[in-house]
């Protein structure tokens, strides 16, 4: 079991790019088989799974917001970094970071499959 903790600014200027850190404890993000994920809950809706970078270092996406996402790590400071460009109020949400043990290219509907999270961050992005 790991643990992990989302850092970043609460309040986003629209077109701007928000940033996030997921802080990891508990075990190396180099772990075998780990997949590192960002997922987010806008006001009133459900989970969007935005992407992931695993245990290699290698990323994927969301489709859907593939152009506008960057997801990196620093494995000296065993975290991950979200990094979403070009926003706009409809990017408000709480965002999550949460660990899998296998990928998944659209999010994972049972979420179960998450085997841990953070508490969630809360990002406004507002002028």
């Known amino acids: 079991q790991v643990q992990l903790q989302e850092s970043g600014p609460g309040l986003v200027k629209p077109s701007q790019t928000l940033s996030l850190t997921c802080t990891v404890s508990g075990g190396p993000i180099t772990t075998n088989y780990y997949y590192w994920n960002w997922i987010r809950q806008p006001p009133g809706k459900g989970l969007e799974w935005i992407g992931y970078?695993?245990?290699?270092?290698?990323?994927y996406y969301s489709p859907s917001l593939k152009s506008r996402t960057s997801v990196s790590r620093d494995t000296s400071k065993n975290q991950f970094t979200l990094q979403l460009s070009s926003v706009t109020p409809e990017d408000t949400a709480v965002y999550y970071c949460?660990?899998?043990?296998?990928?998944?290219?659209?999010?994972?509907?049972?979420?179960?499959?998450?085997?841990?999270w953070g508490q969630g961050t809360q990002v406004t992005v507002s002028s």
């Open positions: 970078i695993d245990f290699r270092g290698t990323a």
């Open positions: 949460a660990a899998a043990r296998r990928p998944s290219w659209k999010g994972f509907q049972d979420l179960h499959e998450y085997t841990d």
